[in-house]
T-cell receptor, first 114, second 114 residues
């Protein structure tokens, strides 16, 4: 049973294109996150949602737009892709919106922009 | 601002003990996490400390000193499969803009040799 799943696992696309990454969790958690891990392995928060409500919106270009249709799903749409967007994007979830809970990470989506 | 510092790389041999240090400076403190990340995989939770002292869990232990802004992860009886990146992450005070956040260090790449 997959706890946090993401699709696709790999995404190769050209500059200027628009792409989406989907995330689903079957843990019954209230809170979901998007992280970006760059080539130097630095993991940085992008967004968090709690019960479909946007809570954290880090300093991310507005080309990135998250959407949570329900609390089990959190998608990430990226417009006008740039070379610097190449990274691994991780979705994560936690039981509640509080920093005391461990986060469960999905397998990641490796995005390569050429 | 948030500052989390850990060594970039460490090496050790099978059967040995290794200690990975993490120092932090954050606005408020709500606990410190350690995650393990194997190459090409998602981070997975190892430990959480919110009070001073040592938490032991099998071969892995984690220590916290809040007054010193310091933690370490101790790995005993090292095995080849322990070769991975170890991420220190701090949860700042759960209020306002830091609610539910985790700030990650850049990770310590541990290589275990036979």
């Amino acid at each position: 049973d997959t706890a946090v799943s993401q699709t696709p696992k790999y995404l190769v696309t050209q500059m200027g294109n628009d792409k989406s990454i989907k995330c689903e969790q079957n843990l019954g958690h209230d809170t979901m996150y998007w992280y970006k891990q760059d080539s130097k392995k630095f993991l940085k928060i992008m967004f968090s949602y709690n019960n479909k409500e946007l809570i954290i919106n880090e300093t991310v270009p507005n080309r990135f737009s998250p959407k949570s249709p329900d609390k089990a799903h959190l998608n990430l749409h990226i417009n006008s892709l740039e070379l610097g967007d190449s990274a691994v994007y991780f979705c994560a979830s936690s039981p509640r919106l509080a920093g005391t809970y461990e986060q469960y990470f999905g397998p990641g989506t490796r995005l390569t922009v050429t | 601002g948030q500052n989390i510092d850990q060594p970039t790389e460490m090496t050790a041999t099978e059967g040995a003990i290794v200690q990975i240090n993490c120092t932090y400076q954050t606005s408020g403190f709500n606990g410190l996490f350690w995650y393990q990340q194997h190459a090409g995989e998602a981070p997975t939770f190892l430990s959480y400390n919110v009070l001073d002292g040592l938490e032991e869990k099998g071969r892995f232990s984690s220590f916290l000193s809040r007054s010193k802004g310091y933690s370490y992860l101790l790995l005993k009886e090292l095995q080849m499969k322990d070769s991975a990146s170890y991420l220190c992450a701090v949860s700042p005070a759960d209020r306002g803009s830091t609610l539910g956040r985790l700030y990650f260090g850049r990770g310590t790449q541990l290589t275990v040799w036979p």
